[in-house]
């Protein structure tokens, strides 16, 4: 078989010859043959013929495949098509329908659809946002970055996030957060671009307030020396320290949170007991904390604190969190250690200003003290001449003994008043009645003004209601101005006069009034200075301490012109103190 074997085939006897699989086309067939002489027939036999091919093998069947391969593959093309468009028709409608703008750009950046709400809020139309206008509407400090960042995803493929201002159409500029992700083929080219613009100008806004506050926070803490903190309510361990905080425990914080342990170990071994057991109220009694402590840094500053704190629980009443905050009262420490000081300088000076006084007044006490005695003396020996008659005069040796006693308790009460100013011993504010004081000082002083030909009255209120002072030290202010007074009159005698009032509802106004020589002539605003004086042998600490001690009890010491002549010392001291105080002290003795 031509085109099949590619030699001759031998059958012999058998005559015939088998083929299978032979393709549909034109054959020939040869046969040679020989006789039993053995001589060929060299011409053969020709047998030519055609198998015809299957049906699915025709031409028009292989054309009819094709034609229908190539309709399957434009109607899924079309399908396909057909899908994005309703894909794309869903995503318009779905970004028509959201609360943010909304925009497709292609592969290659440039936009081919926008939502309304990015036409209304920029006041573009719709030829301009697609051109190249939509760019006109950011912030001019933020188009460039934006640029960089819309350039930089095209080139990457990576998705596309940026902040920055756009303009709106009443020209007012909001944030907005733009974010756009590529849309990939099968072939994992970028065919587009979807993308939203989320008005974020409230939450910027809100973080600008966040940090304007944390700023002002951090500020007002490092003014005022307080730093706030947070500790796990179980493991004890810090959970946030504010700067402050690393400032005064003098921790570094590029180190990160110190521990429970290294906070405690900066505690004053004196304090430890003290500061565990207010622990133990916030961690194990879950209540409120406050106290104070020292602690001792590594270089060995010393540091006062102040420490609050306040446990926060969850809804099973379980122990969370322990917030607290931590002031720096060293610098008050120190301040109220030197006001001691001062205080005790300002007591001591005092003291000395009493002495002073009672020393130029020696010679008038001793009359007082000793005229009282005298009397005692003479009443005394009265006493006894009437008893000693037969019979003895009963009554008038009982009259007689009556004055001793009265005469002995004045010498008895002038030596207190002594006793009181002379006695050096800490201020103690205790409820004073004024118009007593009052009337102390003149049995004091009494002899000294007749001395000077002066004559002691007042004007008390009856209901003057007391304050709370050092008693001593009033007893020294009103002492200072009566002495002043009597000084001012010593040469022409006059009056000298106290009175005591309510003034205003609130104080009681106690005036001194002379009718002496009157304040130095342009220098009465200097009479309060320390060493001024206006008298030869005078220290001038005399008012100076006066109006130091008067301020010190909250009121005012101030000085006039009479209206006639000589001078009116006025000072006040506050009722509301005393007030307070009295209340206490009968909740206590109730």
């Avoid at 756009?180 to 939203?196: D, F, Q, S």
């Avoid at 506050?213 to 490092?222: G, K, P």
């Avoid at 180190?255 to 133990?280: M, V």
């Amino acid at each position: 078989l031509e085109g099949q074997d590619k030699d001759w085939r031998e059958v012999v006897n058998y005559r015939e010859v088998q083929y299978s699989n032979l393709a549909p086309r034109h054959y020939r067939f040869r046969v040679i043959a020989s006789n039993n002489s053995g001589v060929w027939n060299q011409e053969g036999a020709i047998l030519d013929f055609t198998i015809p091919p299957a049906w699915y093998q025709t031409n028009w069947f292989l054309a009819l495949c094709v034609a229908a391969i190539a309709a399957l593959l434009w109607g899924l093309y079309r399908m396909r098509v057909e899908q994005l468009r309703r894909e794309e028709k869903k995503f318009r409608e779905a970004a028509q329908s959201i609360p943010s703008m909304a925009f497709i750009a292609g592969p290659d950046g440039k936009r081919t659809f926008v939502n309304d709400r990015w036409l209304a809020y920029t006041g573009y139309s719709l030829e301009q946002a697609l051109g190249g206008d939509w760019q006109a509407a950011f912030y001019p400090d933020d188009l460039n970055r934006v640029v960089e960042k819309w350039s930089a995803s095209l080139i990457t493929g990576e998705p596309l996030e940026y902040e920055a201002r756009l303009r709106g159409v009443d020209g007012q500029y909001r944030w907005f957060l733009t974010r756009a992700v590529p849309v990939r083929n099968a072939r994992e080219k970028i065919v587009k671009w979807y993308g939203t613009a989320t008005d974020i100008e409230d939450r910027k806004r809100a973080e600008d307030a966040l940090r304007h506050s944390e700023m002002y926070l951090a500020e007002a803490q490092s003014l005022t020396h307080s730093g706030s903190w947070v500790v796990d309510g179980k493991t004890h361990e810090v959970l946030f320290f504010s700067d402050e905080m690393y400032r005064i425990f003098g921790f570094d914080t590029r180190k990160g949170l110190p521990t429970g342990a290294q906070c405690y170990s900066r505690i004053h071994p004196e304090d430890h007991d003290k500061l565990r057991e207010a622990s133990d109220s916030v961690f194990l009694r879950k209540r409120d904390m406050d106290t104070e402590y020292r602690i001792l840094l590594p270089h060995g500053t010393l540091k006062h604190l102040h420490s609050l704190a306040k446990p926060v629980l969850n809804e099973n009443g379980e122990l969370i969190e322990v917030v607290g905050t931590t002031v720096d009262i060293t610098e008050r420490k120190h301040a109220e250690q030197e006001r001691d000081r001062l205080h005790q300088l300002e007591a001591d000076l005092a003291h000395f200003s009493r002495v002073s006084m009672l020393g130029e007044m020696a010679a008038t006490l001793a009359h007082e003290i000793k005229q009282p005695i005298a009397a005692a003396i003479t009443s005394a020996s009265t006493c006894v001449r009437w008893l000693e008659r037969d019979p003895p005069e009963l009554t008038r040796a009982r009259a007689a003994a009556m004055r001793v006693e009265k005469d002995g308790a004045r010498a008895a009460q002038i030596i207190d008043h002594l006793r009181a100013l002379y006695k050096k011993s800490p201020p103690q504010r205790e409820l004073v009645d004024i118009n007593n004081l009052v009337d102390g000082m003149l049995v004091l002083l009494g002899g000294d003004a007749e001395r000077h030909s002066v004559s002691m009255r007042t004007e008390l209120s009856p209901d003057l209601p007391g304050v709370t002072a050092d008693r001593v030290q009033v007893q020294q202010v009103l002492m200072n101005l009566m002495l002043n007074g009597l000084e001012a009159m010593k040469d022409s005698g006059g009056e000298l006069t106290i009175r005591t009032q309510v003034a205003e509802a609130s104080h009681i106004l106690v005036t001194v009034s002379d009718t002496g020589i009157g304040l130095p002539d342009e220098k009465a605003d200097r009479i309060f200075d320390a060493f001024f004086t206006t008298k030869p042998a005078g220290s001038g600490m005399g008012l100076a301490i006066s109006r130091s001690i008067i301020e010190s009890h909250g009121g005012r010491l101030w000085a006039t012109d009479n209206n006639s002549h000589g001078a009116i010392f006025h000072f006040t001291l506050p009722i509301e103190i005393s007030a307070q105080i009295l209340a206490a002290e009968t909740c206590e003795l109730s």
